[in-house]
């Protein structure tokens, strides 16, 4: 396996990025003046304790939201000057979403929720199938494609939406506390589709407020009250993702 | 995104909450189905009085005595103003009335009582008049024979009833060759006439009819007065000009003073124009009460929509965030509007042409196709009006909103 290829230009690039809800008396200052920047091929796990900010930095890097002060730069484009339908398709070809509840399709097979990203990108109805169970199988869900979420396990739904995430063959895979809702064993298998997915060249940024989760990524970022307190690179940008096993899964204390 | 694949999202979405659907399509079927049926029973109801009329002859037209003007019509009158044989001699005049088929005399007794044994009961018409009687007013007889030309060179004694009568003087017997008593006289029956029901103001069927002859000798006297002229005319698209035609004949004879009609001439075909635009506007305020619910429908799609819409927030969120465009969710939600109004639709039309195999109050639907295309269409276009803002209201959600909706 070859070590991803490093340009020049950022993949994603966030430059004094604010996020402000309410206004007035009521104003929260969600994210305060945010620098960041995460290259092609990187392992980013992002960490902070709830109201920290990392889930309305999820939503902006992901496109989902728009920061109200400053410019967020995702391959060189101003997210800011895009319209729904642009930005409709950024999400649809160039990021791949994991959520905290695998946020499946209820009442929907497997496969139908895995092929439904390739649905909007109108990919006709043969390659679109063969491209799902492809990802099904890469996830080791090859024999549940016909089950519905209801009938999985935590940690297969959680595989099923990581299937969904990388069937559309995207840049960025973007995963909000892709663990949080499950047990070590299945948390071990998602990490280790993440690793997979990264060693293959897709640049991965992960939400999570595990310690022992965050191990994985090649660079830790801790986010406290909208402001990055601390920004660690743990192993080089153009290697290996860490492999810090089972026994490594115990309790750290973030560096201030 | 392709419609098959819209469709196929929007059946899931329909099959999803079953029940929920089910009552949604009720309130299309019930609209559609009102519309067909209603319309099927005002046409039915308009086919029917037009067959009545008919059956009245349309080709005919009544001679009456008497001005325009009823209330002028005693100061007026004088012996001039009657009718008599004379003036059916005029008519009967085949050069200067070409139009003209036939003409019948007839008179009227009033208040005759019809008594045969211990049974009585007064007609409510009483009519002295010619065989040629039948054909104008389409009065055949199902039983025995109608007054004949030999009755009235002979002044025969010998009658025609109607239904009613036959039933209240003899029960379920066979009246032929038995005798009534009109006025003390004696008259054997030799005819049964085919009920005709009523024409809305007057049972049909309670009617004796006498030859004129005789009706003259015993019933009305000998004045030679006659109550009407039955005028039939050659075809119902002669009807006018024999109109015409015994107007120029009658009115020098017949005319008051100031120089007006002292007679007037009753159309049929007239009259049926007259009933058939009652009817028209019957129908459409039949339509117009069958659309509101049909309206009403379309509101029940939209109110179901709008639950979905909230309801699957959370879905419209997940779809948004993997990369579904405005359109796509608009379309999603449109077509599952759509296909909950064409089933509703569809099941209307299947029910509204099985109701109108059956009588509703009285009146045999007529099922009108066209009316079958506009309640279906109106139906499936009032879904698509009331789809189009739940469905813009799920396309316009911001896919932040909706992902954090619970």
């Given at each position: 396996m070859t070590a991803p290829t490093i340009t020049e230009r950022p993949l994603m690039l966030l430059s004094a990025v604010s996020k402000i809800y309410g206004a007035g008396e009521i104003e929260v200052r969600a994210l305060h003046s945010v620098d960041f920047r995460v290259d092609r091929g990187d392992y980013v796990a992002i960490m902070g304790s709830s109201g920290s900010g990392k889930s309305t930095l999820m939503n902006i890097i992901g496109c989902l939201d728009v920061p109200t002060e400053g410019q967020y730069l995702l391959e060189s484009l101003d997210v800011a000057q895009l319209d729904d339908h642009e930005l409709a398709f950024i999400r649809s070809r160039r990021i791949g979403l994991v959520f905290q509840s695998y946020n499946l399709i209820p009442r929907t097979s497997v496969l139908r929720n895995v092929e439904l990203p390739l649905v909007y990108q109108r990919v006709g109805a043969d390659e679109r199938r063969e491209r799902a169970m492809h990802a099904c199988e890469l996830v080791g869900l090859r024999n549940r494609t016909h089950h519905i979420p209801s009938e999985l396990s935590g940690g297969q739904q959680q595989r099923a939406a990581i299937a969904r995430a990388m069937v559309t063959d995207p840049a960025i895979i973007l995963a909000d506390?892709?663990?949080?809702?499950?047990?070590t064993t299945s948390t071990l298998e998602v990490l280790q589709l993440f690793a997979d997915l990264n060693s293959a060249g897709r640049t991965i940024v992960m939400i999570t407020h595990e310690h022992d989760v965050a191990a994985h990524a090649k660079r830790v970022i801790a986010l406290a009250d909208g402001e990055i307190i601390s920004d660690e690179r743990r192993a080089p940008l153009d290697g290996p993702p860490p492999q810090p096993g089972i026994q490594t899964l115990q309790p750290q204390v973030v560096p201030v | 995104m392709s419609l098959f694949e819209s469709v196929r999202m929007a059946v899931q979405g329909v099959l999803v909450n079953r029940l929920r659907s089910l009552l949604t399509l009720l309130g299309v079927t019930i609209g559609v189905a009102a519309v067909i049926l209603l319309v099927a029973v005002g046409h039915g109801s308009a086919a029917a009085v037009q067959t009545q009329i008919e059956g009245l002859g349309t080709n005919m037209l009544t001679i009456q005595a008497g001005g325009r003007t009823f209330g002028r019509q005693a100061s007026t009158s004088s012996s001039f103003t009657f009718l008599t044989m004379k003036d059916v001699a005029t008519l009967e005049n085949k050069v200067n009335?070409?139009?003209?088929?036939s003409v019948t005399p007839v008179v009227t007794a009033q208040s005759v009582t019809a008594v045969h044994g211990t049974a009585s009961e007064t007609p409510g018409q009483v009519l002295g008049t010619t065989p040629s009687y039948a054909e104008a007013k389409k009065a055949s007889v199902t039983q025995g024979t109608f007054i004949t030309s030999s009755d009235e060179t002979k002044h025969s004694r010998v009658a025609v009833i109607g239904a009613t009568v036959a039933t209240n003087l003899f029960g379920g017997a066979d009246p032929i060759g038995q005798t009534i008593q009109l006025s003390g006289a004696t008259f054997q029956i030799e005819g049964l006439l085919t009920p005709k029901g009523?024409?809305?103001?007057?049972?049909?069927?309670d009617i004796v009819i006498v030859p004129l002859t005789t009706a003259q000798d015993l019933l009305v006297g000998q004045s030679g007065q006659l109550g009407q002229i039955v005028v039939e005319a050659t075809s119902s698209s002669t009807v006018n000009a024999a109109q015409a035609e015994a107007q120029s004949l009658l009115q020098p004879t017949h005319q008051n003073t100031d120089g007006t009609a002292a007679f007037n001439i009753l159309n049929q075909a007239s009259l049926l124009t007259a009933t058939s635009s009652n009817n028209h506007t019957f129908t459409v305020l039949l339509a117009a009460v069958a659309a509101i619910s049909l309206l009403v429908g379309g509101i029940g799609v939209m109110n179901i929509m709008l639950v979905t819409v909230t309801e699957r927030t959370r879905e419209i969120g997940i779809r948004k965030a993997i990369g579904a465009q405005k359109a796509d969710i608009l379309g999603q939600f449109l077509t599952e509007a759509v296909l909950l109004s064409i089933i509703g639709g569809a099941t209307g039309v299947v029910a509204g042409i099985v109701g109108s195999h059956f009588k509703i109050v009285g009146v045999q639907p007529v099922l009108a196709w066209s009316s079958v295309a506009l309640a279906f269409g109106v139906g499936v276009g009032v879904g698509l009006f009331f789809g189009i803002y739940p469905a813009n209201r799920a396309a316009s959600l911001r896919p932040i909103d909706a992902l954090r909706y619970e």
């Amino acid at each position: 396996m070859t070590a991803p290829t490093i340009t020049e230009r950022p993949l994603m690039l966030l430059s004094a990025v604010s996020k402000i809800y309410g206004a007035g008396e009521i104003e929260v200052r969600a994210l305060h003046s945010v620098d960041f920047r995460v290259d092609r091929g990187d392992y980013v796990a992002i960490m902070g304790s709830s109201g920290s900010g990392k889930s309305t930095l999820m939503n902006i890097i992901g496109c989902l939201d728009v920061p109200t002060e400053g410019q967020y730069l995702l391959e060189s484009l101003d997210v800011a000057q895009l319209d729904d339908h642009e930005l409709a398709f950024i999400r649809s070809r160039r990021i791949g979403l994991v959520f905290q509840s695998y946020n499946l399709i209820p009442r929907t097979s497997v496969l139908r929720n895995v092929e439904l990203p390739l649905v909007y990108q109108r990919v006709g109805a043969d390659e679109r199938r063969e491209r799902a169970m492809h990802a099904c199988e890469l996830v080791g869900l090859r024999n549940r494609t016909h089950h519905i979420p209801s009938e999985l396990s935590g940690g297969q739904q959680q595989r099923a939406a990581i299937a969904r995430a990388m069937v559309t063959d995207p840049a960025i895979i973007l995963a909000d506390e892709p663990t949080g809702n499950l047990d070590t064993t299945s948390t071990l298998e998602v990490l280790q589709l993440f690793a997979d997915l990264n060693s293959a060249g897709r640049t991965i940024v992960m939400i999570t407020h595990e310690h022992d989760v965050a191990a994985h990524a090649k660079r830790v970022i801790a986010l406290a009250d909208g402001e990055i307190i601390s920004d660690e690179r743990r192993a080089p940008l153009d290697g290996p993702p860490p492999q810090p096993g089972i026994q490594t899964l115990q309790p750290q204390v973030v560096p201030v | 995104m392709s419609l098959f694949e819209s469709v196929r999202m929007a059946v899931q979405g329909v099959l999803v909450n079953r029940l929920r659907s089910l009552l949604t399509l009720l309130g299309v079927t019930i609209g559609v189905a009102a519309v067909i049926l209603l319309v099927a029973v005002g046409h039915g109801s308009a086919a029917a009085v037009q067959t009545q009329i008919e059956g009245l002859g349309t080709n005919m037209l009544t001679i009456q005595a008497g001005g325009r003007t009823f209330g002028r019509q005693a100061s007026t009158s004088s012996s001039f103003t009657f009718l008599t044989m004379k003036d059916v001699a005029t008519l009967e005049n085949k050069v200067n009335a070409p139009d003209i088929k036939s003409v019948t005399p007839v008179v009227t007794a009033q208040s005759v009582t019809a008594v045969h044994g211990t049974a009585s009961e007064t007609p409510g018409q009483v009519l002295g008049t010619t065989p040629s009687y039948a054909e104008a007013k389409k009065a055949s007889v199902t039983q025995g024979t109608f007054i004949t030309s030999s009755d009235e060179t002979k002044h025969s004694r010998v009658a025609v009833i109607g239904a009613t009568v036959a039933t209240n003087l003899f029960g379920g017997a066979d009246p032929i060759g038995q005798t009534i008593q009109l006025s003390g006289a004696t008259f054997q029956i030799e005819g049964l006439l085919t009920p005709k029901g009523t024409n809305g103001i007057q049972d049909q069927d309670d009617i004796v009819i006498v030859p004129l002859t005789t009706a003259q000798d015993l019933l009305v006297g000998q004045s030679g007065q006659l109550g009407q002229i039955v005028v039939e005319a050659t075809s119902s698209s002669t009807v006018n000009a024999a109109q015409a035609e015994a107007q120029s004949l009658l009115q020098p004879t017949h005319q008051n003073t100031d120089g007006t009609a002292a007679f007037n001439i009753l159309n049929q075909a007239s009259l049926l124009t007259a009933t058939s635009s009652n009817n028209h506007t019957f129908t459409v305020l039949l339509a117009a009460v069958a659309a509101i619910s049909l309206l009403v429908g379309g509101i029940g799609v939209m109110n179901i929509m709008l639950v979905t819409v909230t309801e699957r927030t959370r879905e419209i969120g997940i779809r948004k965030a993997i990369g579904a465009q405005k359109a796509d969710i608009l379309g999603q939600f449109l077509t599952e509007a759509v296909l909950l109004s064409i089933i509703g639709g569809a099941t209307g039309v299947v029910a509204g042409i099985v109701g109108s195999h059956f009588k509703i109050v009285g009146v045999q639907p007529v099922l009108a196709w066209s009316s079958v295309a506009l309640a279906f269409g109106v139906g499936v276009g009032v879904g698509l009006f009331f789809g189009i803002y739940p469905a813009n209201r799920a396309a316009s959600l911001r896919p932040i909103d909706a992902l954090r909706y619970e």
